[in-house]
């Protein structure tokens, strides 16, 4: 089963998201909660897959929530919910850790939908929000060399499949390996690089290609 955690003010919106996510065939809700501070302090104890995190909490905000959670938790996954299309908000919280966002307003297939794609190591976002985290990774090539080249051959391998979208098993079939390998490069691989999470580095690392010109 897929575990799903919700971050979320208001209280019917909370309830409803609860109540899609037990509706989805594979995954359960394990927790919801009004606060970024309360998320914070509980959902590490309930190690979800994915965190459903609203973009604007009182106190404690949504991206500063991500951030902190993605400190401890370097595999969670984080879907932002926001009311509205902004694009320094929604781009503020991708550079903290979130893998993706969905509008409030969504149809409920269209969240449903969201859920899988990020479950399955997409990153549900408008071309507009993509091209503005990929130009945030651009770098010299200078820089892109030195970062490139910490890498050993197997980290660049599974860098190489992250930034073709496959999810970990896949990544695993293909270059042979376990799982829980993968997830260990994984771990070297953002220490290496100076990300948080899976999106973060596959769209670092295409940047970090155009920068160096290959």
Not at 6 to 19: G, Q, Y
Request: proline share 4%; charged share 25%; aromatic share 4%.
């Amino acid at each position: 089963m897929n575990r799903i955690a919700i971050v979320e003010d208001n209280t019917t919106v909370r309830a409803s998201l609860a109540e899609l996510v037990e509706s989805i065939p594979g995954c359960e809700c394990v927790g919801s909660f009004a606060t970024g501070e309360e998320g914070l302090r509980r959902i590490p104890k309930l190690m979800p897959d994915l965190v459903m995190m609203d973009i604007h909490l009182p106190n404690l905000s949504g991206i500063e929530c991500t951030a902190k959670l993605k400190q401890q938790l370097p595999e969670l996954r984080v879907l932002i919910l926001t009311v509205y299309e902004d694009g320094d908000k929604i781009f503020d919280a991708l550079k903290a850790g979130a893998s993706g966002y969905i509008l409030k307003r969504s149809k409920p297939q269209d969240i449903i939908e969201a859920i899988r794609e990020i479950l399955a190591g997409g990153a549900p976002m408008t071309p507009e929000i993509a091209l503005k985290v990929v130009e945030s990774f651009r770098k010299p090539a200078a820089a892109a060399s030195t970062e490139t080249t910490s890498l050993s051959r197997r980290e660049t391998e599974v860098l190489q499949g992250l930034a073709k979208g496959l999810a970990n098993k896949e990544i695993a079939d293909q270059l042979s390996m376990g799982v829980e390998t993968v997830r260990w490069h994984l771990k070297q691989i953002y220490e290496k690089l100076h990300v948080r999470c899976r999106t973060e580095a596959a769209l670092k690392f295409l940047g970090m290609q155009e920068g160096g010109g290959s």
